[in-house]
């Protein structure tokens, strides 16, 4: 059974940092892309970064572009989103998926996990 399970997130000042974590059990990441993307209230989900098991040519959304950054820990099934200079427009549920290559619409994920709340206050 595949289970992608979140961790971090949390409230913060604008300017502040936050890391995101999302854990993989049952799938190799060797096989599959993890996605991160938010949904704020009221809008739909939006695509934010990408990563591959080569870490090669992550992708981000423009929004966040020099701010965000996606790795991944192979050994640990971890996939990471170090989020800095949080902006109060960055506020949104964040989750992460998988699936085997990278796109950007979220219908086409297989597996996701459970969203985690990203608060950025002015």
């Known amino acids: 059974q595949v289970q992608l399970v979140q961790s971090g997130g949390g409230s913060v000042q604008a300017g502040g940092s936050l890391r995101l974590s999302c854990a993989a059990s049952g799938l190799a990441f060797s096989n599959y892309a993890v996605a991160w993307f938010r949904q704020a209230p009221g809008k739909e989900k939006q695509f934010v970064s990408a990563?591959?098991?080569?870490?090669?040519?992550?992708l981000y959304v423009d929004s966040v572009k020099g701010r965000f950054t996606v790795s991944i820990d192979n050994a640990k099934n971890t996939v990471y989103l170090q989020m800095n200079s949080l902006k109060p427009e960055d506020t949104a549920v964040y989750y992460c998926a998988a699936r085997r290559g990278v796109v950007a619409d979220s219908t086409l994920y297989d597996y996701w996990g459970q969203g985690t709340q990203v608060t950025v206050s002015s």
């Open positions: 990563i591959t098991w080569s870490r090669s040519n992550p």
